[in-house]
Each structure stands twice: as structure tokens, then as C-alpha cells.
């Protein structure tokens, strides 16, 4: 029996080695510009999902967003997030130069509630393209920008137009 627990501690130690040895001699790939392995990406995002959702448990709900909200909201995000996220009406287009990319909210939407975009805009996701928005926007803000990202591919009927008028002239 000791023989055991000894022989398991030692194989722990030797993964724990192996593991530490294979990032400290520089084998993991870092470069953006190459796909990563379908574990590397499944290991990442789902820490990420587990990650928001854990930290903004404790988030309170805000009150449901109105109209004008939602109006407020979209011009944030065409002003400070359409760069990277892709434009309000636009085509879609892939980013391939960040990884983790930077996903094409108008097209693909989101998967996170409310309380989960407020916490997101507001502290950032670490190691990755998206910075904390905190310092710059309001409270209101942050929540009008949640509720927008919410409903950004399902905006209810005339929406858009209040967001970003067409230009006239
Ligand atoms: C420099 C590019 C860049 C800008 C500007 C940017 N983001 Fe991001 N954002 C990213 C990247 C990259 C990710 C993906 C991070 C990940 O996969 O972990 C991301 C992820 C997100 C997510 C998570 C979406 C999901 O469903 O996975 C939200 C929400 C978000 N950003 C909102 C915003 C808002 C709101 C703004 C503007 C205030 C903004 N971002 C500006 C690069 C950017």
C-alpha cells in the first residue's frame, strides 16, 4: 500500500514536471496567427464561460431596458466596439487576426445574460483582445451596452434606424 501511494505521488510529480517543463521550454504555441488545437480552444473558452458566469453571480439584475436603452446602448457600440466586433448592418466578416478572435456579436450573438455582458464590458476578459470598459463608461451605460449586446442579432423592428440613421443628402 505505501508502495503505491508512493509510486502515485511520483507519477503526479513527473506530470506536474512534464507540464511545467513543456511550457517553460517554450512548446506551447503562442502566435495569432495559426489555428490552435481543438483541446487548447475548448480547455480556454469553456474557463472563460465558467469563469464570467461564476464571477457575476453575484450581479444584480437591472431593470428592463426600454426603447431608449436599447438606443442608447447600440450608438456605445458603434462608437467603441463595431471596429473589432463587426459594424451595426454590415457584412459579416471573420477576424483571423486575434486569437482568441474577436466574435461577430451583429451576426452570431451572444450566449451570456444580461448581468454576465455588464460584468464582461466592465472588467474585460484577460489575455485577450477585450479591455475593461469600467473606467469609461457609466454605471447606465454599462447596462444599457448589456441589454443592447443582448438583443443585438434579434433588435426589435426599427431599431436599427434609431441607431444609426441613414445618412441624407
Ligand atoms: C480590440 C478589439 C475589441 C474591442 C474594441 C472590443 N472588444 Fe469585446 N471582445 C474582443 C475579443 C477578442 C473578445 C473575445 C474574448 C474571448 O474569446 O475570451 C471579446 C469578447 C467580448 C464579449 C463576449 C462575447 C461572447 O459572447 O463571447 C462581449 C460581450 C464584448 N466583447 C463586448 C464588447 C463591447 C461592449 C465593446 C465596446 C465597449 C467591446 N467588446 C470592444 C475584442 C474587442
Redesign the pocket.
Known amino acids: 500500500m505505501k508502495k503505491f501511494v508512493l509510486g502515485f505521488i511520483v507519477a503526479i510529480l513527473i506530470l506536474l514536471i512534464g507540464c511545467l517543463a513543456y511550457f517553460a521550454l517554450g512548446f506551447s504555441h503562442t502566435r495569432a496567427d495559426t489555428k490552435p488545437s481543438a483541446l487548447e480552444i475548448s480547455i480556454l473558452?469553456s474557463a472563460?464561460r465558467a469563469s464570467v458566469r461564476r464571477a457575476a453571480a453575484s450581479v444584480p439584475n437591472s431593470l428592463p431596458a426600454n426603447d431608449d436603452d436599447l438606443v442608447a446602448g447600440g450608438k456605445?457600440?458603434v462608437a467603441?466596439?463595431q471596429?473589432?466586433?463587426g459594424d451595426l448592418g454590415g457584412p459579416y466578416h471573420e477576424?483571423r487576426d486575434?486569437f482568441?478572435?474577436?466574435?461577430q456579436?451583429p451576426h452570431v450573438g451572444?450566449?451570456?445574460a444580461e448581468p454576465e455582458?455588464y460584468w464582461?464590458?466592465k472588467h474585460g476578459?484577460r489575455m485577450?483582445?477585450?479591455?475593461a470598459?469600467g473606467p469609461f463608461?457609466s454605471e447606465k451605460q454599462l447596462w444599457s451596452?448589456a441589454a443592447f449586446?443582448r438583443r443585438i442579432n434579434n433588435l426589435p423592428p426599427g431599431m436599427l434606424e434609431k441607431i444609426r440613421p441613414k445618412k441624407t443628402g
Open positions: 473558452q472563460v456605445l457600440y467603441g466596439c471596429g473589432c466586433h477576424d486575434l482568441p478572435p474577436t466574435p456579436l451572444t450566449q451570456y455582458l464582461i464590458v476578459i485577450t483582445g477585450m479591455s470598459y463608461y451596452l449586446l
